[in-house]
């Protein structure tokens, strides 16, 4: 089957795949060089093609699990060398190819056989690629090398017109070799200049970093949020990186800022959650999250529970500070027609039921069966509200992950 990669008569996507696996699990030199060919072929398609880069790139250690249908085929470990000298020249050829993935896929199996003498067709990847799916392959392939510059590549990548090659930098910086001053400068330039994700990934990495070098940092972030100047997308990145370098004095002062932004102590806590969250991660927290479980009582566009409310609209209803006060306080302010409701009338009598709207003098509520029941507030001694079957979501999500969802819920509006 291994020798069948060698047959250009053969389309078939399926079968070439399973030749392709076949030469990456005899593991000769003469397979090994199947696979340069096959990856080298033009008449090729490009899918297969990277099938061959990638499965070349794994040479060394393949995965447990075969690649085409899934079966464990146990550990397997081999020298990396033969693929090395075998692929080097293949592999920085391919980097230059006129398709944008072939180009990715050889970026990526540079930095994963290690081919330290394709460092600097890497750097010059990083630098001229039109593509930013290379440009960050080739970055982090650089950080997989011997005697890489990463100051100048990390540099470069945080210099990048594209935010998502630039995020890519801040990710290696933590674990490169540079020095803590040289990080911290860079993380600076990062929190100065850049966008606000931006700015949250430099602080989470800044407070890695020991407070002797960053305390000057930190002191003017907190002194700009004292002047109200701090955007507030960085504040709960801001209170994390404190808490993780010990740097007290400065907490406290970032806690006396926080507590003017209400008088509830806990929706001040949370005021940072009102701006920089990531709607894609609320929403996959919203679908999918084990511990929220959002999705088995609320509903969005008629897919999901119907306990609570159906959120379809939400954000044309609710401004920020209600849905943020929705999650993390849910009993403050139940949706009319979801809220229990006891009223204790002034002639010793009780009416329980659920609100269904509350008006200037009146409620109207829906008393077992029967929906309207106007009750005057004037015949009212005393309103008791149950509290909402909704658990605080403060004590399940993580202040980011309550962030992402309010992001995630201010953008469904009605369509």
């Given at each position: 089957?291994?020798?069948?990669?060698?047959?250009?008569?053969?389309?078939?996507?399926?079968?070439?795949?399973?030749?392709?696996?076949?030469?990456?699990?005899?593991?000769?030199?003469?397979?090994?060089?199947?696979?340069?060919?096959?990856?080298?072929?033009?008449?090729?398609?490009?899918?297969?093609?990277?099938?061959?880069?990638?499965?070349?790139?794994?040479?060394?250690?393949?995965?447990?699990?075969?690649?085409?249908?899934?079966?464990?085929?146990?550990?397997?470990?081999?020298?990396?060398?033969?693929?090395?000298?075998?692929?080097?020249?293949?592999?920085?050829?391919?980097?230059?190819?006129q398709?944008?993935?072939?180009?990715?896929?050889?970026?990526?199996?540079?930095?994963?056989?290690?081919?330290?003498?394709?460092?600097?067709?890497?750097?010059?990847?990083?630098?001229?690629?039109?593509?930013?799916?290379?440009?960050?392959?080739?970055?982090?392939?650089?950080?997989?090398?011997?005697?890489?510059?990463?100051?100048?590549?990390?540099?470069?990548?945080?210099?990048?017109?594209e935010?998502?090659?630039?995020?890519?930098?801040?990710d290696?910086?933590?674990?490169?070799?540079?020095?803590?001053?040289?990080?911290?400068?860079?993380?600076?330039?990062?929190?100065?200049t850049?966008?606000?994700?931006?700015?949250?990934?430099?602080?989470?990495?800044?407070?890695?970093?020991?407070?002797?070098?960053?305390?000057?940092?930190?002191?003017?972030?907190?002194?700009?949020?004292?002047?109200?100047?701090?955007?507030?997308?960085?504040w709960?990145?801001?209170?994390?990186?404190?808490?993780?370098?010990?740097?007290?004095?400065?907490?406290?002062?970032?806690d006396?800022?926080?507590?003017k932004?209400?008088p509830?102590?806990?929706?001040?806590?949370?005021?940072?959650?009102?701006?920089?969250?990531?709607?894609?991660?609320?929403?996959?927290?919203?679908?999918?999250?084990?511990?929220?479980?959002?999705?088995?009582?609320?509903?969005?566009?008629?897919?999901?529970?119907?306990?609570?409310?159906n959120?379809?609209?939400?954000?044309?209803?609710?401004?920020?500070?209600?849905?943020?006060?929705?999650?993390?306080?849910?009993?403050?302010?139940?949706?009319?027609?979801?809220?229990?409701?006891?009223?204790?009338?002034?002639?010793?009598?009780?009416?329980?039921?659920?609100?269904?709207?509350?008006?200037?003098?009146?409620?109207?509520?829906?008393?077992?069966?029967?929906?309207?029941?106007?009750?005057?507030?004037?015949?009212?001694?005393?309103?008791?509200?149950?509290?909402?079957?909704?658990?605080?979501?403060?004590?399940?999500?993580?202040?980011?992950?309550?962030?992402?969802?309010?992001?995630?819920?201010?953008?469904?509006?009605?369509?």
């Amino acid at each position: 089957l291994a020798e069948v990669l060698k047959d250009h008569r053969f389309k078939n996507e399926a079968f070439v795949r399973r030749a392709i696996s076949a030469n990456l699990r005899v593991a000769t030199p003469a397979t090994l060089q199947n696979l340069v060919d096959y990856a080298n072929f033009e008449g090729a398609p490009a899918v297969l093609r990277n099938e061959a880069i990638d499965a070349l790139s794994t040479w060394a250690k393949p995965s447990v699990l075969d690649r085409v249908d899934g079966r464990f085929r146990g550990e397997i470990t081999r020298p990396v060398e033969p693929a090395q000298q075998a692929a080097s020249a293949s592999l920085v050829k391919l980097s230059s190819h006129q398709d944008a993935q072939i180009r990715l896929h050889a970026t990526r199996a540079m930095g994963k056989l290690h081919i330290d003498a394709a460092a600097g067709k890497l750097m010059d990847l990083l630098k001229k690629d039109p593509n930013a799916d290379v440009r960050i392959a080739a970055v982090k392939s650089l950080a997989q090398l011997k005697g890489v510059d990463m100051d100048a590549a990390i540099s470069t990548a945080l210099g990048d017109k594209e935010k998502s090659v630039r995020v890519t930098g801040l990710d290696l910086l933590n674990g490169s070799s540079l020095s803590n001053d040289r990080k911290v400068a860079l993380l600076d330039n990062v929190i100065i200049t850049r966008t606000p994700e931006e700015k949250q990934a430099a602080i989470t990495t800044l407070g890695s970093l020991p407070l002797a070098g960053t305390e000057k940092v930190f002191s003017r972030l907190v002194g700009q949020m004292e002047k109200g100047s701090l955007q507030r997308e960085v504040w709960i990145e801001l209170a994390d990186a404190l808490d993780s370098n010990g740097a007290k004095a400065l907490r406290q002062r970032y806690d006396a800022v926080s507590a003017k932004a209400g008088p509830d102590s806990l929706k001040a806590l949370y005021a940072g959650a009102l701006a920089g969250g990531d709607p894609n991660k609320g929403m996959q927290i919203f679908w999918g999250d084990g511990a929220a479980q959002c999705v088995r009582c609320h509903a969005i566009s008629d897919y999901g529970g119907h306990v609570g409310p159906n959120l379809s609209g939400i954000a044309d209803r609710l401004k920020k500070e209600q849905l943020l006060e929705a999650l993390i306080e849910p009993s403050a302010r139940i949706a009319p027609g979801y809220g229990l409701m006891t009223l204790e009338l002034k002639d010793g009598q009780k009416v329980n039921g659920t609100m269904e709207a509350e008006k200037a003098d009146s409620y109207v509520m829906k008393v077992g069966d029967k929906s309207g029941v106007v009750v005057k507030k004037t015949d009212v001694a005393k309103r008791i509200d149950s509290p909402s079957g909704m658990p605080p979501m403060h004590l399940l999500l993580t202040k980011k992950e309550i962030r992402d969802v309010v992001a995630f819920l201010s953008q469904q509006h009605a369509k």
